[in-house]
């Protein structure tokens, strides 16, 4: 699964007016043929590039319950993959304070690496356990605030289902003078895929294009937003957007860990790619 010579094709935030999206549940990526691979992080290093990939250091939002760490304890690359591990620890987290557990995000947003429009995909294995949250999404390199300049959740997994993957786009709503949180819209997926998640990995697509964004799961389409046709202000989802992975844990999105949620727990990446 290594070799790029085949190509296989957050954020839910909150749960505020949402816009379901159209399935395309049988209906598979048709225009794989005419993209040609532009970047690749196969991760087959012994340690993570960082002149690519920025670690967060600290806290974060959504009330969180993880201190984002550096650590190799928290992330490292083990036999061509990269490992993203929840650890229940008490660690001191700056401005955060004292946080419950420790785990890790890296993007490329630091480092002005970036694209507009093109098929964006990871193949991911998911941890299990609830209170568990990674994500695979995109951020704009531009700085206009948030949502305002769109975010693309391209997979968002809790890991108390661990059969379902969400995709989201976020951005801010048109005519919207309310405070961020009250003018935040979304549309929003949540698949069903009938598989445990956690038990091997699954490729997790989203192909932009200037008019459409498509959510691919396995090659299989499952959700499609119409850009043109957002009610949105401030021109969303243009220019170019940096790659984000994280591993949190816990937060407004699911439960928060109980006793019977287990660690460590690690989110495998095996590739991302980028065509266009």
Not at 85 to 92: F, I, V
Request: charged share 20%; hydrophobic share 35%.
């Amino acid at each position: 699964m290594k070799l790029p010579s085949t190509i296989i094709s957050f954020f839910l935030l909150f749960t505020i007016p949402t816009i379901i999206a159209d399935f395309y549940h049988h209906e598979s990526s048709e225009a794989t043929d005419s993209y040609t691979l532009v970047w690749s992080e196969e991760f087959d290093s012994d340690t993570l590039n960082t002149d690519i990939w920025i670690p967060w250091e600290g806290g974060a939002y959504n009330n969180e319950q993880q201190c984002y760490t550096s650590r190799e304890k928290n992330l490292f690359i083990e036999d061509g993959k990269l490992h993203i591990r929840a650890l229940d620890e008490q660690y001191e987290c700056g401005n955060s304070g004292i946080k419950p557990y420790t785990s890790a995000r890296i993007s490329t947003d630091s480092t002005a690496v970036g694209w507009e429009h093109g098929r964006f995909e990871a193949r991911i294995q998911m941890p299990m356990g609830t209170g568990f949250w990674p994500a695979f999404w995109m951020m704009p390199m531009r700085e206009i605030g948030w949502p305002k300049g769109g975010e693309i959740d391209i997979m968002e997994y809790r890991g108390d289902q661990p059969t379902v993957t969400h995709a989201a786009a976020h951005y801010w709503r048109e005519n919207c003078t309310d405070a961020t949180r009250q003018c935040l819209n979304s549309e929003v997926s949540t698949f069903d895929t009938g598989e445990n998640l956690s038990d091997e990995f699954h490729i997790y697509t989203l192909e932009w294009t200037a008019d459409e964004m498509r959510w691919y799961f396995n090659d299989e389409r499952i959700q499609t937003v119409s850009i043109n046709d957002l009610p949105s202000d401030y021109d969303p989802f243009t220019g170019p957007f940096h790659i984000i992975l994280n591993l949190a844990v816990g937060g407004d999105f699911l439960p928060n860990p109980d006793q019977s949620t287990p660690f460590p727990a690690t989110m495998k990446v095996d590739y991302v790619r980028v065509y266009q």
